[in-house]
């Protein structure tokens, strides 16, 4: 079941399944039209990127999209997938759904590992650091840290795993230089 702000660790009854999946159920269409306008806008961006439109405002969406997809997108799906798998036929029914729509769940998490194989490693790296950048104004989370006198390896997301800041930094400092064209502010003539 999805985490509920206040949930413990016991499974719900059946009829708290039903309950709970009952009330969801309008969140389940929000987030399933989220998720659409998500994909659409990856798909937009990486078609837009790939073309040569590298206008620094369509990269970085690109960069954040990408990175949601494989990661926010991802487990959002496998959580639907697996609270339908746990939960009885007459629990579902009873709220609407069916389990039916798991083969549904299971080709968008097929197509999304299917995006996330064409990366390396690096490349990986690459793109978290990336929607960082884009996200955040200061990525401190790249720089060395020590903790109880020891430096300590800092776990990625996409990666799934601790880098060394020395190997971080060995993957993504080739791809630091900057490929993107200025902006040009094409409402004013040329003086």
Not at 20 to 38: P, V
Not at 47 to 55: D, E, K, M, Q, T
Not at 79 to 101: D, V, Y
Not at 116 to 144: K, S, W
Request: aromatic share 8%; charged share 30%.
């Amino acid at each position: 079941m999805p985490k509920v702000k206040g949930q413990s660790k016991k499974a719900l009854s059946d009829a708290d399944k039903g309950r709970f999946l009952r009330a969801r159920k309008g969140y389940g269409d929000i987030a399933a039209q989220q998720i659409l306008e998500w994909t659409s806008r990856a798909k937009r961006c990486t078609a837009s990127v790939a073309s040569g439109n590298l206008h620094p405002d369509i990269v970085a969406v690109f960069w954040i999209s990408i990175y949601g997809l494989m990661t926010d997108v991802r487990e959002h799906v496998v959580k639907q997938r697996e609270t339908l798998t746990n939960t009885n036929e007459a629990t579902l029914g009873a709220s609407g759904l069916s389990k039916s729509i798991a083969s549904d769940l299971n080709r968008i998490v097929d197509r999304i590992d299917a995006i996330y194989t064409t990366f390396n490693e690096d490349e990986l790296a690459y793109i978290e650091y990336r929607r960082h950048v884009e996200c955040h104004p200061l990525q401190r989370g790249y720089e060395m840290a020590i903790r109880d006198g020891t430096i300590i390896d800092r776990p990625r997301r996409l990666t799934k795993r601790s880098w060394t800041y020395e190997d971080e930094d060995a993957a993504l400092r080739p791809r630091w230089t900057p490929q993107i064209r200025p902006v040009v502010d094409t409402s004013k003539p040329a003086s």
